[in-house]
């Protein structure tokens, strides 16, 4: 067997952390977004979520922009989009049931949007809450800022509110 490559294993995504360490995952967009988004890198990201063997990744970014290229790689995916606009009540409770699924039958899932910000963070916050996994919305907000190393703002705060009445 040929021993692979530093490059064939790609490259880490930014801000990458695991929520649920085997199980659940967030990270920003493959190849990064505005102005910072490179093709190749986004390439070399995929093919680092390939090769750690996500079963699925879940786009939140509003517009279906480079999802061919999971397909061309061979990773699977599903578009989730959740704009601004969007009723995050709706959106929720939709997901966090699909997310519950996938994770219980042993599959490995990405959750990206274009930035790691507050909502990508209050909704796996929000998650751990509504998953009974941690009791209470302050202790979600806690670990999830301990996890992804940053202060969550109102937007991630309200989706850990809005996880509490689902």
């Not at 750690?52 to 279906?64: E, G, K, R």
């Not at 009723?87 to 042993?106: F, Q, T, V």
């Not at 301990?146 to 689902?166: C, F, K, N, S, Y």
Request: hydrophobic share 40%; with cysteine.
């Amino acid at each position: 067997m040929a021993t692979k490559g530093k490059w064939a294993q790609g490259i880490r995504p930014r801000n990458f952390h695991w929520i649920i360490k085997d199980r659940l995952a967030v990270c920003e967009r493959p190849g990064g977004y505005g102005d910072n988004h490179r093709r190749v890198r986004r390439q070399e990201e995929i093919i680092w979520i390939r090769e750690q063997s996500f079963t699925t990744v879940i786009s939140l970014i509003p517009a279906p922009h480079n999802l061919h290229n999971y397909d061309e790689l061979g990773v699977a995916w599903r578009h989730r989009p959740f704009a601004a606009t969007d009723d995050p009540h709706a959106l929720l409770a939709k997901l966090y049931p699909e997310l519950e699924e996938l994770i219980g039958s042993s599959s490995k899932v990405l959750v990206h949007q274009e930035e790691l910000g507050d909502r990508v963070c209050g909704l796996v916050a929000g998650f751990l809450l509504w998953n009974g996994l941690i009791d209470t919305g302050p202790r979600a907000i806690q670990v999830i800022e301990q996890i992804t190393q940053r202060q969550m703002g109102p937007v991630g705060r309200e989706l850990v509110t809005v996880a509490l009445d689902l």
